[in-house]
C-alpha cells in the first residue's frame, strides 16, 4: 500500500501573501494589483498568486439582524484599568440571554448568586487593594475629563507601583492620585497637583510623598513644566480669546529665551504673560483673579508682568 506524505500538504497559515503592487507582470510586464485572495495583472488578467486561505469570519451578518443576534465571537478587548485585564464574567439582571424576564425565584437565585461571585472575584488581598485603586483612577479621571487612553496609562503605573512594593505604608488613594497626576505630566498636561490631590480623602502632603516615591523608585520620565504649559489652562478657566493666548505664548516663550524664567515659578510666570496679554487687549482681569487661577499670589503676578514688560 503507498504510504501518504503528509509533510507535502502542510503550509503555515500565518504566512501573509506577498505584496506585488510594485512589482510587474513576467507575462507582459503590466501592473499587477493584489486583493484578498489572488494577484493579477491588469492588463493581460494573468492570475500570478493566490491565497486559498479565506481570512474572514466563518459567519454571516445581516443588516437586518437585531444586536443581540449578531454572531460575534470576539469579547471586550483587553484593558489594564481592571485588575482582571477585563476577562472577569458578570452575572445580569432581570432578563435571561433570549431577553425573557425572569420568574421570581430565578432573580433570587441569581441575586444569591451574583453576592457569592461579587466576593469571589478576588483571589487575593492584593488584587482586592489593586481594584480599589483602579476604580479610584477611573472616578479621578472622569473629575479631571481625562481620556481613556490617560487612564490606562495612570492604570499601568498604579499597577507597576504595587508590583515594586511601593503601596506599603501609604495609602491606595494617594498613590492612585499620584499615578494620574504623573500620566498627565508625562501628556504635557500643567495641572498643578492641588487639583488631582483635592479630589481624593487623603491629605495634600501623602498625595506629594506618594508622586515623589513614584518618581524615585521608578524613575519616571517627568518633565519640568514650562511656563508655556501653564498658559492654556489659565486662558480658558478665564474665558479669554485666542488672540491672548496667542500673545501670552509668544511672551512665555521670549521669557525663557531671554532667562526671565530661570528659577521662577512657572505657573508665575504664565500668570504674569497672561495678564500682560491681557491688558494690551483691555480685557477686564485683574492680578488677584489671574493668581487664584494660575495658584500664586497677586505680588507673584505682579512682579513676573513687570519682568515680562521690559522684554
Known sequence: MERLDTHARTFDEDVPTPDRTDTACPEC?????????ETVCVDCGLVIDEDPIDRGPEWRCFEDDPP????????APLT?????????????????????????????RMNRLRTQHSRSRFRSKRERNQAQGLTHIKRLCGRLEAGESLREQASRLFTTAQEADLLIGRS??????????????????????????????????????????LNRELELPVPPTRPVDHVPR?????????????????????????????????????????????????????QTVVGDVAGVTAPTVRARWEEVETL
Do not use: M, W
Not at 483635592?198 to 491629605?203: D, G, I, N, S, T
Open 172 to 213: 491606595i488613594e494617594s498613590v492612585a492620585a499620584a499615578s494620574v497626576y504623573v500620566t498627565l505630566r508625562c501628556n504635557g498636561d500643567a495641572r498643578p497637583l492641588e487639583a488631582v490631590s483635592e479630589l481624593v480623602p487623603v491629605a495634600h502632603e501623602r498625595v506629594v510623598n506618594a508622586f515623589r516615591v
Open 68 to 75: 443581540e443576534r449578531t454572531p460575534e465571537r470576539t469579547g
Open 29 to 37: 510586464g503590466g501592473t499587477v494589483t493584489t486583493s484578498d485572495r
Open 234 to 286: 489659565i486662558v480658558s478657566d478665564l474665558e479669554l480669546g485666542r488672540d491672548i493666548k496667542r500673545e501670552a505664548r509668544e511672551l512665555a516663550e521670549r521669557a525663557v529665551e531671554a532667562g526671565v524664567a530661570n528659577g521662577r515659578n512657572p505657573a508665575g510666570v504664565a500668570a504674569g504673560c497672561v495678564y500682560a496679554a491681557a491688558g494690551g487687549h483691555a480685557a477686564p482681569v485683574t
Open 80 to 108: 489594564a484599568s481592571r485588575h482582571d485585564r477585563g476577562l472577569s464574567t458578570e452575572i445580569g439582571r432581570g432578563a435571561d440571554a433570549n431577553g425573557q424576564t425572569l420568574a421570581g425565584h430565578r432573580q433570587r
